[in-house]
């Protein structure tokens, strides 16, 4: 009894586990691996760690500068008329110097904060992305799956519809018109088949790249989803929409801040022309000292402490002509930044009108489907009273797949552009995904 029990454990177990290795990989699943795997962006993640030492780098200019020099020398000395003597050279020296007046030092430190700033904005560029080139590659896949499984679906029903007509031809109630054109369409769709599967392969591997291993089932929006989704925007209007990315969109940051950076730099080109003003202090302990000379090795101790002041007097004109640089560099970094910003606009309008256009579109394509499924049995019945012919009958079969495939090409595009918009208005995030997740 117990050993039955045991076995009939173990088979619960094995069948639970092939249940799970069974189970579809929803949206999330798929990207989760995605934040660990993808090369693309544990490089950015890395740039963006790399970025945070600008900081501590830029700051580094207004802290003292302390220094230790030491010697250690033997001095072998041979004269005429006297015995070689060796004079044993042993010191140490300790330097300090700190900035006072060094403006281009307080201005690399403001462009250091600023660059930490720019490489925050890019990397949630950056985690923005990943979201979209994984949306992207699992709605490819499904697109490439819906259209090998509806081109399955006409090459079953019209390898069905030709047996028939062959039937039908032997018993002399059609003719071999009929059967010939169910065999060209039949042949077509083994070709059609062909190219979907292909292309199911190549929009798996695609997302291979991203997770680093080929995906295996993938979870899909059902017929009934689709027909219940609201299709919904959160805003009222295009230009709402554009408002919010003038003001949040990240790729507009980085240009600003670029901008920003630019400017800074100006003012570091004309540093060049200030004075610098340091403290400098020093301590040096000497054994040893000018045996060369006098044969005997002298113990001296120093300490100073003063300021030093350097006065630019003339530096070939470098400093003005990288001023000239620093000004033609700002008046770039403007022209980017409104290039930018007009990209920024154009991208929300299209991606915009996408979603618009997709509720619109998927509208029609429901509508649609539901009248090739009318259309379709009342071709069938047709058939049965003998008013349709075989061809009839295909055609509707074939209008039916085509508006299920449509539909479902639509809804994903629909989904995409969801994203793409959000991410131009720069709230692109994870709660984003897990909403597309829960309409799949």
């Known amino acids: 009894m117990i050993k039955n029990f045991r076995n009939l454990a173990c088979l619960l177990y094995l069948s639970v586990c092939a249940c799970a290795s069974l189970q579809a990989a929803d949206l999330m699943q798929i990207y989760r691996e995605a934040l660990t795997e993808d090369t693309q962006y544990g490089a950015a993640r890395a740039a963006y760690v790399a970025a945070q030492e600008r900081l501590p780098q830029g700051r580094a200019g207004l802290l003292p500068d302390i220094r230790l020099t030491g010697i250690g020398q033997n001095q072998y000395i041979e004269a005429k008329g006297f015995p070689s003597r060796e004079i044993k050279n042993r010191g140490i020296t300790a330097t300090l110097t700190q900035p006072l007046i060094h403006f281009e030092n307080f201005i690399i430190y403001q462009q250091s904060k600023n660059e930490v700033a720019q490489a925050d904005a890019q990397f949630v560029i950056a985690a923005q992305d990943l979201i979209l080139r994984v949306a992207q590659a699992y709605f490819d896949v499904l697109k490439a799956k819906i259209d090998v499984e509806v081109v399955e679906s006409q090459k079953k029903a019209i390898h069905e519809q030709l047996e028939q007509a062959k039937r039908n031809f032997e018993v002399g109630v059609s003719t071999i018109v009929d059967t010939h054109e169910a065999e060209a369409r039949y042949d077509l769709t083994q070709s059609q088949e062909i190219a979907a599967r292909n292309k199911l392969e190549i929009t798996q591997h695609t997302l291979e790249m991203l997770i680093n291993r080929l995906p295996g089932n993938l979870q899909d929006a059902s017929l009934d989803k689709i027909i ?81 002041l350097t006065v630019p007097v003339f530096q070939g004109l470098s400093v003005q002509s990288r001023v000239r640089e620093a000004l033609a560099n700002r008046d770039k970094a403007h022209k980017d930044m409104e290039n930018v910003q007009r ?72 989904l995409m552009s969801r994203l793409q918009l959000k991410a131009e208005v720069g709230d692109l995030d994870e709660d984003d995904l897990m909403e597309i997740n829960a309409l799949l």
């Open 343 to 414: 990209t920024v606009a154009l991208q929300v309008r299209q991606n915009y009108l996408n979603v618009t256009n997709g509720i619109a579109q998927i509208k029609a394509l429901k509508q649609a489907l539901t009248s090739s499924r009318s259309q379709l049995d009342s071709t069938v019945l047709g058939q049965e009273v003998g008013v349709r012919m075989e061809i009839d009958v295909l055609n509707a079969q074939q209008q039916y797949f085509s508006a299920r495939r449509d539909l479902a090409r639509a809804y994903y595009d629909y």
């Open 228 to 308: 219940a989704d609201p299709l919904s925007l959160p805003h009222d209007g295009m230009e709402a929409w554009v408002n919010q990315a003038e003001e949040k969109n990240f790729q507009l940051k980085v240009q600003r801040i670029a901008y920003d950076i630019s400017e800074q730099a100006i003012d570091l080109a004309k540093a060049g022309h200030y004075p610098t003003l340091d403290l400098v202090a020093q301590y040096s302990d000497q054994h040893g000292v000018g045996g060369s000379f006098t044969g005997i090795g002298l113990d001296i101790v120093n300490k100073s402490v003063g300021l030093q």
